[in-house]
């Protein structure tokens, strides 16, 4: 968790990156900002800055070869250890991101990098150093007062509740390659890669939340892939699979497989194919799958829309199940040639 409620702006500067794929230029500012008794603004510029961060998903740096040939990183830690230029560091920072941005859809903005003090991240107080980016703009009306009379007027700007693309990175665990959140709310795909891969070169931090979130989508793709209606189970067991399965690490602190296997697999046939499936998964997305962890609620949190609980019947009924599949029944009515379902309950509300 992030609080950013006594954090202060030490430093920033913001350039403009063209969009590379239309020959765009680069555009820099002559020296950094100067926020100095500006309360207004600076208080917009945090709120801006780090709510979109709400996630506990942290990166690293990371480099194949060597870390230190990880741009990014080293301009991160020299600024952290004082022997940095900021300024210099900006200019680097956002022509090495320009240098990233060939991909046709992205586009030109502004570059911010700004230096913070006294942020806490999961408890720790530390400076962190931010570094964004703006692209889209909007149209807002302008009310001004002209002779006497009320104007409208339009005025394209920011808006200061969608950051575009983001990082923070938090002068703790430096061995590490740093503790470090990102976000990018405008490419998908393959073009959103360059934001992490290309430019700031991150990897997940394997801490809990990793764990809990990939063991979570594993166990989708396992309904999802394996225990499917191709393999003749019931759409009704699916859900009742990917309910007791979000039950578990709803209710459980700690993650430990073999119960998890026992409480919601049950049966050895269904174990085993879970089993094959999940060295398969670890083997093709090159992802570690601990047998043991303490749970991330913050990650069961983040994982709920994702584990359907809904059986859609033709286009005329979708029925929601949480649970209790023995008050669910399946059948098929020969005279209509229909199949059916009979749901048993106690209460109507």
């Known amino acids: 968790m992030i609080d950013f409620s006594k954090a202060t702006i030490d ?4 350039h403009q990156i063209g969009a590379r794929a239309e020959a765009e230029p680069l555009r820099f500012s ?6 100095q008794g500006d309360e207004m603004v600076t208080d917009v510029l945090l709120n801006y800055f780090f709510k979109p961060f709400k996630e506990d998903s942290y990166y690293n740096f990371w480099h194949k070869e060597d870390i230190e040939k990880n741009l990014v990183y080293v301009n991160v830690s020299n600024l952290f250890s ?3 230029d900021f300024y210099q560091s900006s200019i680097q920072l956002a022509e090495w991101l320009y240098e ?3 991909h046709p859809k992205i586009k030109g903005g502004e570059f911010y990098m700004a230096m913070f003090n006294n942020v806490v991240v999961d408890g720790e107080l530390v400076n962190a150093l931010g570094i964004f980016k703006s692209e889209n703009k909007e ?3 302008k009310v001004y007062l002209k002779e006497q009379n009320f104007e409208l007027g339009t005025q394209e700007g920011i808006n200061i509740k969608k950051l575009d693309k983001g990082c923070l990175i938090f002068n703790t665990e430096q061995e590490e390659g740093y503790k470090i959140c990102s976000v990018d709310n405008i490419n998908k795909g393959n073009e959103a890669r360059f934001w992490v891969d290309d430019f700031l070169g991150l ?4 801490d809990n939340y990793y764990f809990t979130r990939n063991y979570m989508e594993m166990c989708r793709g396992f309904v999802d892939n394996v225990y499917n209606k191709d393999n003749e189970v019931p759409r009704a067991d699916q859900i ?4 007791r399965s979000m039950d578990f690490f709803n209710n459980k602190d700690n993650f430990n497989e073999a119960n998890f296997e026992h409480e919601v697999m049950g049966q050895p046939e269904i174990i085993d194919a879970f089993k094959d499936y999940k060295e398969n998964y670890q083997l093709e997305n090159s992802i570690p799958l601990k047998e043991e962890f303490d749970i991330s609620k913050s990650a069961v949190k983040g994982q709920k829309g994702t584990f359907k609980s809904i059986l859609k019947l033709d286009k005329n009924f979708h029925v929601y199940i949480h649970g209790r599949r023995d008050y669910v029944e399946r059948g098929y009515d020969q005279q ?4 059916y379902y009979t749901l048993y309950y106690e209460i109507e509300s």
């Open 30 to 35: 002559k020296s950094t900002m100067n926020l």
């Open 11 to 14: 430093n920033m500067v913001v």
């Open 240 to 243: 009742d699979m990917l309910n």
């Open 100 to 102: 990233n941005s060939n």
């Open 336 to 339: 209509r040639g229909l199949n």
């Open 82 to 84: 004082g022997e940095g």
């Open 203 to 206: 990897q997940p931090r394997e």
């Open 139 to 141: 149209t807002f009306l």
